[in-house]
């Protein structure tokens, strides 16, 4: 198709302008009309809610080699296609998901639905969803990603690697506000959060972090939070761990410690380092074009573009390399870098033809540089082997191999 | 009116004029409901590790022997426990002395307290008939599982008093929680 367009298109813009000269006024666009026969016939259903292309077919997979849905019908975790992904917004219906244990989606009429907050506060309170949508708003991007997105040896593709993170506008009202509303009592230090699904699933979230930019949302990427993504309330715990950001929430418990729920336990961990990298995300790269299982046509011009995200903030500077980390460029970063959320870069490149490896790594504002493993194994003083799993969420640099013909491959070491 | 009353009227206006300030400030928008006892207890199903929520009731494994197989658990999790569509219950070796992480996730037995699996077995199961245990056949169940992990005896009766005071294998071999403030360090001196 790529050798025979330009032929077309040369014919047809050639075509116009001889008939140009002759009759005058032509649509000089005209060679970008579609065939005869190729539209989309309208329907109520397309007028009413749109659909993409046919002709796109990027979609979520399960992730962790567990079936999505399982034999009940419970979803679990499904991962977004990065290597799909342009600009910073995953489309709702590409998010990714994870769920407590495996839960059923639940059906809630947003009318029923009702958030309580209570524990010790001042004054127990319930909010209707139209209680929620009278109160101050914010509206924010902030990516979400998953304790479970980790880089492999195993992995064939980057949303295998990586796409159990995705990134989203998101509306609704700040937990401080409730929690103001509701007045949380001296002496209470956490709270824990609760979904409605039939597991109703549980996290204990430090009350200093629901007090600074903890948020109650009921929009997604401009219309209603997906019932996938928690329809029709979810938290959003920005920077912390996936399993923070409890979906369909229903209670809000202000308590004076860690309560030691199914998700919280799963938190303990042995060492203390990696108790202390497993809350608040790194900063975090990877390239997204091109990436492994990518073919590359040949030698030439590539823009290679990227996300960089981190926990502790907004990306203030991101580097790629392409001659295997042996030297860095600065990346160009695309429109603003938002606090907690995928933000875009992208460098020009004239690939020469030969074997080679490209690597990202980010800097976020608060000076934290994304290591490799390597840089981590050395900064533990343990052996760097292909088995060892670096503390917390794995924030580590990813690289992917150019071959001579241009496949793309996980250079995971 | 005499004088007296108008200036205790006056005064009276001033301090519901400074209460009515003092409770704006205090709830800034006035927006939700008040919900009564009745209503946060039915939905507060909270358990704390110190078990305070804990309702009355009992159970042994010997009880909870039996409720695995009457309430369906065993068709899922297995009649030995070892799974089947649902996950495994049991740890490989059931006895005391060995290293609980490195048994990896099976059941919350990695949970310092016992209420964790009381707690997942009254909100979670069964699937699709979640809430419809009884306070008591959820301590038997708890029982019935600890006993078969090596935790409890046969005979111990858990309660809304014993089951906070079962030592777990993991309870005093976990790393401390990070204290998280904005703006913190995730780990001293770590660049990353």
Known sequence: MDSKQPNRRKFLKGSAALVGLAVGAVRSASGQTPASGAYIKGNAELI???QRSRFETAVRMS?????????FGLVMHVATPLQESVGVITPSALHYVATTRGSYIPDIDPKEHRLMVHGMVDRPLTFTMQDLKRLPSVTRLHFVECAANRPSAKAKSIQESHGMTSCAEWTGVLLSVLLKEAGVKGGASWIVAEGAEEVKGTSSIPLAKAMEDCLVCYGMNGEAVRPQHGYPLRLLVPGFEGIFNVKWLRRIKAVDQY???YNDYGHLRQGHEDAALGYQIGPKSVITYP????????KGFYEIKGLAWSGGGAIRRVEVSTDGGRSWKDAEIRGTAHRMAHTRFSLNWNWDGTETAILSRCTDERGQIQPTRAQVAEFFKVPLTPEYRVPGQDNTIQTWRIASNGSVHNAYA | MGAFTMRMLRLLSFV?????????QSRPYGVGSTPSEAEIRALDISISPTGKELPPGRGTAQEGAKLYVQKGCAACHGAELKGGPAPN???DEPKPGVDPWALGRVLPFRSPYATTVWDFINRGMPLDREGTLTADEVYALTAFLLNKNGVIPEDAVMDAQS???VKMPNRDAWAPLPNWKPGMQRLEGYPY
């Open chain 1, 291 to 298: 990436c492994a299982g990518q073919q590359l046509p040949g």
């Open chain 1, 259 to 261: 309560y030691m729920t």
């Open chain 1, 63 to 71: 992730h962790g080699g567990r079936s999505s849905p399982d034999a």
């Open chain 2, 16 to 24: 519901l004029l400074l209460g009515g300030f003092a409770l704006a």
């Open chain 1, 48 to 50: 009413a809610y749109g």
């Open chain 2, 163 to 165: 089951l906070p005071k």
């Open chain 2, 89 to 91: 219950l049991i740890r």
